[in-house]
């Protein structure tokens, strides 16, 4: 139901006036700031609903969908007035391969003294389609190297005696308990195992299913999307962007199989877990088998735009500084249509022969905002002291790949961009007296967002939810790994309207709509929370903007010591 307004600004904006006039919120150091503008909700309906239709077919990387959705935020672009600095009307075209599997598929084979074992694909052992060549193939021997993770500074090295070159590791998902939760991740990402194991000479890599995985994403599930196409963006020289030469894709192996792994090993894979359950950090040793890995794919190259439109700064000495503003444009495709799988339970008025995943929330509302908040700018009748460049990247859902590659091949100089904010899947579900910053705990960004918030008579709540690592899984993580500080919101947990748990909300939306088909633009959107979020989104960029000095990483913070050297 639309809400009326009052006065020319809606009944949430009159609510926040209120509640700032009741002194929820001091806003004396504030003093000297541009007002915030209010925020259009039915252009944000608009762009909402053009962008999560039928008829853009869940706007999977490359389809037609996706490249329909492009062209309706360049041409949003060239109505606001933004400029186009890529050479190509607003678009960055993105070379990608696509990769499914060809004839053979994958297999995996382990060799003992007593014989050869032969594990089947989608019953033991679960891969996708490799990007970096058609038909690879590695046989090696096996070293278990625990969690594969080689971090000094919390005294973890996996790697300690063990001698990997030539051989195919096998190591354990995740990471030990004792390390905090970000950085963790960080080391316990597929890209990083990789990486770790690549230097250390090892030509492949077995990754093996655990209980602790089993239960936050049982290996049944993993199996739904095995005959999903793998994506990367390709360099000039024809090299998936984040392939490792030399390095064999890798598989992960579910339990059963790979305690056969373990059979003659110095530890059997059961005491291996039980050490994890108590907190120990497994010790890695050599096991008695070699395995063979071989796998088949066919190829297409693919392209799939970012959109890129310029607010230019006015400032002498800060327009050639840049504050990148995102969000993705992409999502998952149709269900069964090769890509995207998902259930249907909890559909809300949705048929079950409906199987586009419309991806309202996720992350056409994003792609709103965004707009919104550039609209907001363009007619604010005060440009930014910096440049903002607005980009709706593409393959988010496909690994961060479109954001990967505008921060490894900006249209700017790399080192004139100075901060990232990153929108994704808002969950605007209502209005909120909160809000949540990923990454705010990193870098200046965090106060920023903060003071922003309090100007709208909201504050920053904490992560709620730490344990989902959320700060190294959206598209500004692609800019932390080039050293620039970033922060990504979603609305808060706190419901203006008591009788609304927004946690209940936030829970039930996951559970029943997210990646599903029943995430389309229908009454879960509420708008007057697109307001909001779109003015503590402008707020916060503003301050980016215009600010004398631009966002630096906190002191002695593990991302920027990592990535930056700051």
Known sequence: MRIKTLAGRTFAAAILAMLIGAGISSCSNLRGLLP???????????DVDYLSADALAGRQTGSEGYRQAADYVATRFAALGLQSITGSDYYQPVPFREARWGEHRATLMLHGRDGDITFELGEDFHASPPTIGEDTATSAGLVFVGYGIEAP????DDYAGLDVQGKI???????????????????ASGRSKRETAARHGAVGYISLNTPAR??????????????DPSFDWLRADDIPGNAIPGMHPGVVLDIPAAKQLFMGAPRS????????????????????????????????KIISPNVVGLLPGTDPKLKDEYVIFSAHLDHIGVTGGGHAIASQEGQHDKTSSDQINNGAQDNAAG???????????????????????????????EGLLGSDYFAQHPPVPPKAIVANINLDMPMLLYPFRDVI???????????????????????????????????????????VRQGVPAIYLITGREAIDPNIDGTQAQVEFLRTRYHQPSDEADQQINYIAAEQFAEVNYAIAREVADGDNKPRWNRGDFFGELYSGD
């Open 36 to 46: 915030i503008p209010t925020a259009d909700i039915q252009k944000m309906r608009a």
């Open 153 to 156: 500074e919390y005294g973890i």
């Open 169 to 187: 590791v096998v190591l354990l998902d995740g990471r030990p308990a004792k390390m905090p939760n970000e950085v963790g991740a960080h080391y």
């Open 214 to 227: 089993e239960a936050r994403r049982p290996f049944a599930r993993s199996v739904e999307h095995i005959n």
């Open 269 to 300: 894979l059961d005491t291996v877990f039980t050490e994890m359950e108590n907190g120990v950090i497994p010790k890695g040793f050599s096991l008695p088998y070699s395995a063979t890995l071989t796998s088949s794919a066919e190829h297409r």
């Open 367 to 397: 792609i709103a905002v965004m707009l919104e908040v550039a609209r907001l700018f363009a007619e604010s009748g005060h440009a930014p002291r910096r440049s903002i460049l607005f980009v709706a990247v593409t393959a988010e859902e």
């Open 437 to 479: 910053a990923f990454g705010a705990e990193h870098s200046s960004l965090g106060k920023t967002a903060a003071r922003a918030a309090e100007r709208l008579g909201l504050k920053l709540s904490p992560d709620p939810m730490p344990e989902q690592v959320i700060f190294v899984r959206s598209d500004h993580y692609s800019f």
